[in-house]
């Protein structure tokens, strides 16, 4: 039974900085990528930052390169979400993500919110 384990969220001020981590559980970690998405309400959910299974090779929206790094520890079978300099604009749900692309799988969380106050 896949399962994650999403914590971290909450109420930060602009400028300041959170934490999130998503421990996995039910599939083999290490053979799929991770990601973070978010999603605010009426809107489409937004890949935030993904790392790779091999190689740990990482990605960003523009909109949180430099303030965002994703992580993972395979031996804790976790994926983390270093998020500074938050911005009121932030202020989402946000989601853990594992995809295997042969076949094609997708697994989530079920969100942390995040709320930056200005």
């Known amino acids: 039974q896949v399962q994650f384990v999403e914590s971290g969220g909450g109420l930060v001020q602009s400028g300041g900085s959170l934490r999130l981590s998503c421990a996995a559980s039910?599939?083999?970690?290490?053979?799929?990528?991770m990601s973070w998405y978010r999603q605010v309400p009426e809107k489409e959910r937004e890949l935030v930052a993904t790392?790779?299974?091999?190689?740990?090779?990482?990605n960003y929206a523009d909109s949180v390169k430099g303030r965002f790094t994703i992580s993972r520890d395979s031996a804790k079978n976790t994926v983390y979400l270093q998020m500074n300099s938050l911005k009121p604009e932030d202020t989402a749900v946000y989601y853990c993500?594992?995809?295997?692309?042969?076949?094609?799988?997708?697994?989530w969380g079920q969100g942390t919110q995040v709320t930056v106050s200005s």
């Open positions: 039910g599939f083999t970690f290490s053979i799929y990528a």
């Open positions: 993500n594992a995809k295997r692309a042969y076949p094609r799988i997708d697994y």
């Open positions: 790392i790779t299974s091999i190689g740990g090779i990482t």
